[in-house]
């Protein structure tokens, strides 16, 4: 399965061998190496900051050249604030519990042969996003944690940043006494580095794209490196005939608007036709209240004129991640239901209802990765689960879905354990 | 996500969309509901045996007229003793612990949110196998018990046996009130519709691909809908220095001997250079006399001269699956590990010794689906460890590592409950 990197000439399948030869070297090695190279790279981060805050300079720099707009480039800035938070970020992460070496599975079988099924590092993580550098961090601290080789590939607008900070990590990875190549840039520019990455089956063992719908499809289609799907979110909200009226204005108002750029943020509200009379105008008067544009359907429209446009079927499709929500009234939940499951993209559903048989229902009927009950939708997060670390949030059904925690960064193996048994 | 069959031009799109909407019926009906229809089909197939036994006449006799082999005639063949098996097998899955529903993890969140993770079907799983019918109706019934709809495509060779089962199979299920859509033919012959199953992303969620090696090679390669990647086995036993010599003897000819056809026999023998001069000869008789021919390096040759044929890096690679071994010595367990980390599969692993410090280093480098120390390969089955079922052993790291059973035909759902909580 390993190849060594002498035999691949390409400078991005030699990467990816030599993160899979230290990936070896991981994997047996106890949580106190793996948490020390976590500590070398939190005090790295800090005493290293000019050298960090100097190549940021140049990336914000060209990114203000070409017209880049101030809240973007607001995000790719690193000041000495910011990296320290960075690294408290790092440190946290060492208080997290290991996930590898957890018997997940364990019994005698009735031959006698001890069976345990053990929690394992995957090998070598992909990691293909377009985010702030603050995430070429947070990936490398999650993947080493987890005894995981990491291969980052950042966006080309932060590349600077990215390439100052892998090597303050490689730095502190060798000083802590483990392989440097453990965290690796993937080299190059451009698209076909990308391309090669994806088809690096055998060296690397996934790839979790993080990012823009277009940049995940990309990675989906063509890639024979097995791929978790992250983070796009067209989430619903759906207000049931038996919804307290307070309740489920302030739970849509929090889904909607109290961040809507993210992936758990609401993009659609269905309401029950036997509520809207009563429902409908005070969600206009709360969501214009909050800036929020409405996008409804007939029903919408008559309940607030001049104030919905008119709703088409994209969208229903529409992830906005803006001040933008589309709207429908549904004869029942069913309808609802039907019309969630038509438009999803499998992300987070809420509902709102003292219905106790509704909650279930829907709960029941509902294949998304969170169903919320009487809670918003801004809740499907790793961090407020209470997983301390999130590496993305997963919408596929394979492997991990919803937030993904350290357990997630692992596969397993059985060890069985005989006294010379055979069949 | 899902699509009505109608807008779906291809009969092989059609069938997905139509087990896509019959699997959203199937998820949330309870146990009693699917064990229902279990019990119908295992009496369904006894019932109408003389029907399928006609079937599968057509099958045998154009292999025959074809001139297949008589013991690849035999595993085609459907007499009512084997179809009374397969029924009873169908009565077996039936008593298996029911895997949707079960809570993987919960807790209350400091906020109060409660938070429960539980196992839901995957929703439509499709199997791509050249085995004997029998897998036709295990697949069926194990999809079935677990939620799922199924897309069945067996070899070109039992397709008359298939369609005839699949009917019987269908009949009782809709007989018993579900949806005869969620077991399915994928209709058409020949590689397109294979090509367009691993191409319906969005209305099939895992293919699973049974048999040959290229036919795994090509599915991995060629599909966009998420792959589990089963069954091929290079798998090595290692005897270590300190192994009892009797012990790794009757370990070595159970593992490769036993059934040499299957993923689980072992295919190369590594043998510690300290135990070489006691242990070689003594396992050339052992293997000669099992009918076994050994193919090994330069020390084996010289052990037994005339009777081992000389190994090459081709013999390391290959998974016989009969009655042949490749062998080498090696000067320790690392090195050990270094061959088998190099040419292995990656399915299962086997070391014999009496150091507790060698069955541990192994068992901690060794980078493999099951690690057995003292112990056979051939327990690496789902039967074995005690699963009840098994719907192949899949060999890479995501989602599912091993023997596969019920639990890892399923997905998990988040259920997050307030009382109006928001963020």
Do not use: Y
């Given at each position: 399965m390993t190849s060594s990197s002498?035999?691949?000439?390409s400078p991005v399948l030699a990467t990816a061998a030599r993160a899979r030869e230290a990936a070896a070297l991981l994997a047996p090695l106890p949580r106190t190496d793996r948490d020390g190279a976590l500590l070398a790279i939190a005090d790295a981060l800090v005493a290293r900051t000019d050298e960090i805050v100097a190549a940021n300079a140049e990336d914000t720099a060209k990114a203000r050249a070409v017209g880049t707009s101030e809240s973007l480039v607001d995000r790719l800035t690193l000041t000495p604030e910011r990296i320290a938070a960075i690294a408290d970020d790092v440190r946290h992460v060492v208080t997290l519990p290991d996930p590898v070496g957890e018997v997940v599975r364990g019994s005698t079988l009735p031959n006698g042969l001890d069976l345990r099924q053990i929690r394992v590092p995957l090998g070598v993580v992909g990691i293909i996003y377009e985010a702030r550098p603050n995430v070429t961090v947070d990936a490398a601290a999650l993947c080493l944690k987890s005894g995981n080789a990491v291969l980052l590939r950042g966006s080309s607008s932060a590349y600077a940043s990215n390439t100052a900070l892998v090597m303050v990590l490689r730095d502190a990875v060798a000083g802590a006494g483990l392989p440097a190549d453990v965290v690796q840039l993937v080299p190059g520019e451009g698209r076909d580095a990308v391309r090669e990455l994806m088809r690096a089956r055998g060296l690397v063992d996934v790839l979790i794209p993080r990012g823009g719908a277009s940049l995940i499809r990309t990675v989906v289609e063509e890639s024979t490196v097995p791929v978790i799907e992250t983070g796009t979110g067209n989430c619903h909200v759906y207000v049931d005939e038996a919804a307290d009226i307070d309740m489920a204005l302030s739970i849509l108002v929090n889904s909607k608007a109290q961040r809507p750029s993210v992936c758990n943020a609401a993009e659609t509200v269905l309401v029950h036709a036997g509520i809207a009379d009563a429902f409908l105008p005070r969600a206009l008067e709360a969501l214009t209240q909050a800036g929020v544009i409405v996008h409804g359907d007939a029903a919408w429209q008559q309940a607030g004129p001049g104030l919905v446009a008119p709703a088409t079927d994209e969208d229903w499709a529409t992830e906005y991640l803006s001040y933008d929500i589309a709207a429908v009234v549904v004869p029942d939940l069913d309808a609802a239901v039907a019309h969630i499951r038509r438009w999803t993209s499998g992300h987070t559903e809420a509902i709102v209802t003292g219905s106790q048989a509704a909650a279930r229902r829907f709960t029941q009927l509902v294949d998304s990765t969170t169903v919320a009950v009487n809670a918003s939708t801004r809740f499907t997060d790793g961090g407020q689960f209470g997983?301390?670390?999130?590496?993305g949030i997963s919408t596929q059904k394979l492997h991990a879905r919803g937030p993904m925690g350290l357990p997630e960064l692992t596969s397993t193996k059985y060890i069985v354990t005989g006294d010379g048994h055979t069949r």
């Open positions: 002498a035999s691949h000439s997983f301390g670390a999130e590496i």
